[in-house]
């Protein structure tokens, strides 16, 4: 069981938007910064989101992250059939002095 | 360009040891810590560890100490795993995933997946 919770799933068709959500509590989320990877199948995981909702070079603004209290949200625009992957939220957690992450959710793009 | 190329797949019997290595380039080894994250099969990501590649201490999340050892070898830029007294359960995809900052994973190898059967 994870300490982030989010949707096991999510569909969208090519060209919507598209909002997985990651909750956290108060000793994650509280007071550290949230990151989004996505995975690809059968590759590694890449960094999308840092720091809430900075984009690493590279990553197209379609991708676009935000945190309010103890929950975060990823957004998708522009759905293309190769965003067809694993998504996690991860970060900090001060009390467990561990890094976590969420359980993952599959997008897929009808 | 930053690279982190782990080693290859392992087929161990179980009470043997593996010992994944993540050789880095095109940044200074030392700036960054290295992380350790498990994706069993069909599962989602597991963070085992972190460690300071300046000071080199490690640092292991439950589930995860006695074990199971970080270490880095500053000469070759590269990161070690190793575990030991190996388990069925211990079968995964193993990553090292560079620290950009607390927990922030920027860079990451592509995975050594280590299988453990008799």
């Known amino acids: 069981q994870s300490v982030l919770t989010q949707p096991p799933s999510v569909s969208a068709a090519p060209g919507q938007k598209v909002t997985i959500s990651c909750s956290g509590s108060s000793s994650n989320f509280g007071n550290n910064y949230v990151s989004w990877y996505q995975q690809l199948p059968g590759t590694a995981p890449k960094l999308l989101i840092y720091d809430n909702n900075e984009r690493p070079s590279g990553i197209p603004d379609r991708f676009s992250g935000s945190k309010s209290g103890t929950s975060a949200t990823l957004d998708i625009t522009g759905l293309q059939t190769g965003d067809e992957a694993d998504y996690y939220c991860?970060?900090?957690?001060?009390?467990?002095?561990?890094?976590?992450f969420g359980g993952g959710t599959k997008l897929t793009v009808l | 360009q930053v690279q982190l190329v782990q080693s290859g797949s392992e087929l161990k019997k179980p009470g043997a040891s593996v010992k994944v290595s993540c050789k880095t380039s095109?940044?200074?080894?030392?700036?960054?810590?290295m992380n350790w994250v498990r994706q069993a099969p069909g599962q989602g990501l597991e963070w085992m560890g972190w460690?300071?590649?300046?000071?080199?201490?490690?640092t292991y999340a439950q589930g995860f100490t006695g074990r199971f050892v970080l270490s880095f070898d500053t000469s070759v830029s590269t990161a070690y795993l190793q575990i030991s007294s190996l388990k069925a359960e211990d079968t995964a995809v193993y990553y090292c995933?560079?620290?950009?900052?607390?927990?922030?994973?920027?860079?990451w190898g592509q995975g050594t997946l280590v299988t453990v059967s008799s």
């Open positions: 460690i300071n590649t300046r000071t080199g201490n490690p």
């Open positions: 995933a560079r620290d950009r900052r607390i927990s922030i994973f920027d860079y």
């Open positions: 991860g970060t900090w957690d001060t009390s467990l002095s561990v890094g976590v």
């Open positions: 095109g940044y200074s080894f030392k700036t960054y810590g």
